[in-house]
Nanobody, 126 residues
Framework: QVHLVESGGGSVQAGGSLRLSCAVS????????MGWFRQAPGKEREGVAA????????YYADSVKGRFTISQDNAKNTLDLQMNSLRLEDTAIYYC???????????????????WGQGTQVTVSS
């Protein structure tokens, strides 16, 4: 069992920055892959960024490359997402997720993540 609690969401103007943090606890075997996903109103959930084994592999969605940075602090047991140059289309609920062994598809895809946080709202305005 893994417990994930997101924080750091809020409202920001376009071009601004936010830092999301996810407090992580529980079974380390189910934390081999850690990621951030988001879901905007009326849209499907999409992967934003992910880490495998703490950085052996890193994934970023094309839409956030160069603007978002995912990082893991093992001492603090947190997974962070630094979001810069925010755009209106970044508005969504952001979820932290973790997973262990691969289940299907590419390693960073949602089916491989079995534990999810409750989400934190990010709203970008003009």
């Amino acid at each position: 069992q893994v417990h994930l609690v997101e924080s750091g969401g809020g409202s920001v103007q376009a071009g601004g920055s936010l830092r999301l943090s996810c407090a992580v606890s529980g079974d380390t075997n189910s934390r081999r892959r850690m990621g951030w996903f988001r879901q905007a109103p009326g849209k499907e959930r999409e992967g934003v960024a992910a880490l495998f084994l703490g950085g052996v592999s890193t994934y970023y969605a094309d839409s956030v490359k160069g603007r978002f940075t995912i990082s893991q602090d093992n001492a603090k047991n947190t997974l962070d997402l630094q979001m810069n140059s925010l755009r209106l289309e970044d508005t969504a609920i952001y979820y932290c997720a973790s997973g262990g062994l691969a289940r299907s598809g590419s390693w960073y895809e949602a089916p491989n993540f079995i534990y999810w946080g409750q989400g934190t709202q990010v709203t970008v305005s003009s």
